[in-house]
């Protein structure tokens, strides 16, 4: 059998283990095993690429040096992120590996270009010969500018993510009179940039039109989500995943390699399906997401709360759930940053002993990131069965002695099927305040992340448990184990 056939044939292999990882990590209990699927389908790309080109073979110290000082940085960073990052930052470690992603894609094709375009190397370290821009063929040339157009994006956006998420930029959408109007601007120019670089066969006038190219596209990518709120990131996060994928997939055609525009291809298909999805739990559409200004100052006014927040004790909250035959958990974003998601499934199973039964509702865009919650009950090995979605967590909740909310803001905010004047009216919600009694553990009374008052936690039937998350929980769990 020929090189290239057995070269192929490995790559279809490692498309199969990307796709059966990418399908078992639909599911927490196979979660981690089609994680480990995945990571060995592109340990099989990469080991067969180092020997299709001839990498393995070169004698020369350089481009080993190279290759295993690369291996070993990366090794060294990745062990590093997860042992050191915790779960609360997750969202943000997410953002910037996406970006990363569409840099690494970014300088895949320009190193391409520059390497078979506009130089030819005559020898490892040899002179370099200028040639014709003109020799690469225009199918190389639109390959090559939407892996560095797409990548610039993804890289600049996601950093900018990456700022809000972290707390070292407002999460408050950010927008200016014209803004969108600016925005169109810098994406016209952009793209008129990008069509001379495919169409001029000069080198030297290419080479300029590239330069342009990847500084407007760095650009837009922060441009674009500026205006964007911090209530919103999820669905970023999401779609920025997906631009990654695709500017890995233009990579991929640029240097001819076929895993690379499969891997690709799966990452930037499961990103935009999953962000459609989220769009749809909101209730909105990607474009009111991306240009709406969620968030921001001069955004849309939400109508006044009326009432007060009640506050109870945590004396009195053990006696309402000490008698409580039903009892759903509604986690959020407070519940990661306390880290209380194993004293939360430690008191889920008291109340369980205790004769009640207990489900726990997920909102597709609760905390930072997709899926931030379902990861956080799976650290804490959380039963999945007792993971209900939002329609089925709200006929349960019909019915529930009792809703804790940890942290949640706007997936429980009623205002979202009450408040014609809300922002957020209109996005399906997990419908907490249908619960005989609500516990809302919070850490004060400010509004969440995205700036807007919940009207729950002035609802008749809902009391406010102040303080730290974890501490309030292991409290509970303490006043059962006395009793």
Wanted: with cysteine.
């Amino acid at each position: 059998m020929e090189q290239g056939a057995i070269v192929n044939f490995v790559y279809i292999v490692s498309s199969v283990l990307f796709i059966l990882g990418i399908k078992m990590l639909g599911k927490a209990e196979t979660a981690r095993k089609g994680n480990f699927i995945s990571a060995l389908g592109m340990l099989l790309a990469v080991v067969v690429t180092l020997f299709d080109k001839n990498i393995l073979d070169s004698a020369d110290a350089v481009s080993w040096g190279l290759l295993f000082g690369g291996l070993a940085f990366g090794s060294l960073v990745g062990y590093v992120v997860a042992k050191k990052v915790k779960m609360t930052s997750m969202p943000e470690m997410v953002a910037l590996l996406n970006g990363f992603g569409g840099l690494a894609s970014l300088l895949v094709g320009w190193a391409d270009y520059y390497y078979n375009g506009v130089f030819k190397a005559q020898g490892i370290a040899g002179a370099v010969e200028k040639t014709v821009s003109g020799d690469v063929p225009m199918f190389t040339k639109i390959a090559t500018i939407l892996a560095i157009l797409i990548g610039g994006i993804t890289f600049t956006g996601s950093v900018y993510a990456w700022g809000k998420l972290s707390g070292k930029i407002s999460g408050k959408a950010k927008v200016f009179v014209g803004q969108k109007m600016v925005n169109a601007s810098i994406a016209v120019a952009m793209v008129v940039a990008s069509v001379a670089f495919a169409v001029v066969g000069d080198a030297n006038t290419a080479h300029y039109w590239l330069i342009a190219s990847v500084v407007l596209s760095f650009v837009l990518g922060f441009a674009a989500v500026m205006p964007i709120g911090g209530g919103d990131m999820p669905v970023v996060i999401s779609l920025l995943n997906s631009l990654s994928g695709l500017a890995a997939s233009a990579a991929g055609f640029v240097i001819e390699n076929n895993v690379l525009i499969v891997a690709g291809c799966l990452v930037g298909a499961s990103g935009v399906i999953l962000t459609v999805i989220m769009c749809k739990s909101m209730n909105r559409t990607l474009f009111n997401v991306l240009f709406s200004g969620f968030g921001s100052a001069g955004g849309k006014a939400q109508g006044k709360v009326e009432g007060e927040m009640k506050p109870m004790s945590t004396d009195d909250a053990y006696y309402v759930l000490e008698a409580a035959q039903s009892v759903v958990f509604i986690p959020g974003y407070g519940m990661a940053v306390a880290q209380a998601q194993h004293a939360v499934k430690e008191l889920a199973g008291i109340l369980e002993d205790n004769g009640a039964e207990v489900a726990f509702a997920i909102h597709p865009v609760a905390g930072r990131m997709p899926g931030h919650m379902n990861v956080l009950l799976a650290e804490a090995d959380v039963p999945y069965e007792q993971l209900k979605e939002m329609e089925e967590a709200n006929r349960i909740l019909e019915m529930a002695d009792v809703a804790i909310v940890i942290g949640a803001n706007d997936v429980v905010n009623p205002a979202a099927a009450e408040d014609q004047s809300s922002p957020i009216y209109g996005m399906p919600i997990i419908e907490a305040f249908k619960a005989k009694t609500v516990l809302a553990l919070k850490r004060g009374k400010g509004t969440g992340f995205s700036g807007l008052e919940n009207a729950l936690f002035f609802r008749q039937n809902t009391r406010m448990i102040y303080g730290d998350a974890k501490a309030t929980v292991n409290d509970l769990v303490a006043k059962f184990k006395e009793s």
